[in-house]
């Protein structure tokens, strides 16, 4: 079945980086278009990025623009956000996903908090 792991949050400072992963199983990655999601406390959950098959990308989030950027190894099956200049409002969890034959497909979330 499909899997998608994140993993890479904790505990930052502001100015600070983090680098969150998502290993995916379960489905031809090499193929699938991957999303890095956010849900901020009290907040929607947002679309912050994706990344095609060939490793083109797109940042939708203003709020991240020039801060954080994905990439993705396909031989690992691995999908990545690399989070730089980390503010306290970027805390919230994270979330890996992927939409396949129509079906949205998530990881479990993973925690980041920025605190000094």
């Known amino acids: 079945q499909v899997q998608l792991v994140e993993a890479g949050g904790g505990l930052v400072q502001p100015g600070g980086s983090l680098r969150l992963s998502c290993t995916a199983s379960?489905?031809?990655?090499?193929?699938?278009?991957m999303r890095w999601y956010r849900q901020r406390p009290g907040k929607e959950r947002e679309l912050l990025a994706e990344?095609?098959?060939?490793?083109?990308?797109?940042i939708y989030a203003d709020s991240v623009k020039g801060r954080f950027s994905i990439f993705r190894r396909n031989a690992e099956k691995t999908v990545y956000l690399q989070m730089n200049n980390l503010k306290p409002d970027d805390a919230g969890v994270y979330y890996c996903n992927t939409i396949l034959n129509t079906l949205d497909y998530w990881g479990q979330g993973t925690q980041v908090t920025v605190s000094s």
């Open positions: 990344v095609w098959h060939d490793g083109g990308a797109f």
């Open positions: 379960g489905f031809t990655f090499g193929s699938a278009v």
